[in-house]
T-cell receptor, first 111, second 113 residues
Framework: NAGVTQTPKFQVLKTGQSMTLQCAQD?????MSWYRQDPGMGLRLIHY???????DQGEVPNGYNVSRSTTEDFPLRLLSAAPSQTSVYFC??????????FGAGTRLSVL | AQSVTQLGSHVSVSEGALVLLRCNYS??????LFWYVQYPNQGLQLLLK??????LVKGINGFEAEFKKSETSFHLTKPSAHMSDAAEYFC???????????FGDGTTLTVKP
């Protein structure tokens, strides 16, 4: 059972570049979310989805887009990367008992 | 609206000593409360969860937490620290009808030999 899989694990971008962080889960969870983790700031919710075709904004959505075409996949897109988006990104899925399962994270540096 | 405050960004204990990590919350609805642990370079893992069935919740690795409504607290404890407990710990609150979880800023636990 793979759980939540995030790719890539590491990425370096130049300012203005775009990229997609991939997230896939094999637990058939309806609810998925993206967080960013910055030192001393805990986890902040970027976007979330309560099911295929439904997405909504979290606490810090600016500069990020998401889509949810299938239950399994929830990619996060950076349209034009900025140094302020240097962070560690975590994808999570949640079961019907409100327990979240996290991926191993993507460490992103924007130069 | 919901929020979480973790008191103390760093806690240091000796091996074998009591571990106490503090968490206070606010929520406009009866909350679901969680403690997660994060080891270096890994994602978060669930330690335990409170869902109103019992005020004292037992989790994995010998941790437990007590829900105190009057104090709006959900502190995490372990009677005897082990070196392997060194990690970052996050308290989180969720109101299922809102579909979002709010995390505290985290507490880094250091265990000294």
């Amino acid at each position: 059972n793979a759980g939540v899989t995030q790719t890539p694990k590491f990425q370096v971008l130049k300012t203005g570049q775009s990229m997609t962080l991939q997230c896939a889960q094999d637990m058939n969870h309806e609810y998925m979310s993206w967080y960013r983790q910055d030192p001393g700031m805990g986890l902040r919710l970027i976007h979330y989805s309560v099911g295929a075709g439904i997405t909504d904004q979290g606490e810090v959505p600016n500069g990020y887009n998401v889509s949810r075409s299938t239950t399994e996949d929830f990619p996060l897109r950076l349209l034009s990367a900025a140094p302020s988006q240097t962070s560690v990104y975590f994808c999570a899925s949640r079961n019907d008992r409100d327990i979240q399962y996290f991926g191993a994270g993507t460490r992103l540096s924007v130069l | 609206a919901q929020s979480v405050t973790q008191l103390g960004s760093h806690v240091s204990v000796s091996e074998g000593a009591l571990v106490l990590l503090r968490c206070n919350y606010s929520s406009s609805v009866p909350p679901y409360l969680f403690w997660y642990v994060q080891y270096p370079n890994q994602g978060l893992q669930l330690l335990l969860k409170y869902t109103s069935a019992a005020t004292l919740v037992k989790g994995i690795n010998g941790f437990e937490a007590e829900f105190k409504k009057s104090e709006t607290s959900f502190h995490l404890t372990k009677p005897s620290a082990h070196m392997s407990d060194a990690a970052e710990y996050f308290c989180a609150v969720s109101a299922t009808n809102a579909g979002k979880s709010t995390f505290g800023d985290g507490t880094t636990l250091t265990v000294k030999p």
